[in-house]
């Protein structure tokens, strides 16, 4: 990642941060749409869950430029997922979701280059936490 994709990742998630209610709970309703199979992994309160999605997207793009930190947050995040139950495939749901829910919260503000910088931490974010998944606990 280049210092130009997280300032686009950090600024459009600054868009984000004041409807965090709104977008977590279109991002279930795109999850859960495009793969209703995941709903069972979801057992606590969801707004709740929500909260706890905003917070750990918030703290992702507030890292992304100190790995230090990052990379064991993520590869915590990943061991835990995988106690959940959720699997490497889960994570094309998430990402999908993801972006469906910023094109949804963002508009004419999600262009291509902020999609594609999404994208590309995206799948730093989602590859660091399912290589930790594969990693014995």
């Keep these: 990642m280049n210092d130009h994709t997280i300032s686009l990742v950090r600024e459009s998630f600054d868009l984000v941060e004041p409807i965090a209610p709104q977008a977590a709970a279109l991002f ?24 706890r999605l905003m917070a750990m997207i918030g703290l992702a793009v507030a890292k992304l430029d100190d790995p230090e930190v990052l990379i064991p947050a993520l590869q ?21 979701a993801l972006l469906k829910t910023l094109r949804q919260g963002l508009g004419v503000a999600f262009t291509a280059e902020v999609e594609a910088a999404w994208v590309e931490v995206y799948g730093v974010v989602a590859g660091t936490m399912k290589q930790a998944a594969r990693v014995p606990a």
Excluded at 33 to 43: I, K, Q, S
Excluded at 76 to 95: E, F, N, P, W
């Design 76 to 96: 915590g995040l990943g061991q835990r997922h995988a106690g959940y139950g959720v699997r490497d495939a889960h994570y094309d749901s998430v990402g999908g």
């Design 28 to 51: 279930y309703a795109n999850l859960f749409e495009a793969d209703p199979g995941v709903r069972g992994l979801f057992r606590g309160d969801m707004i709740v869950q929500g909260e």
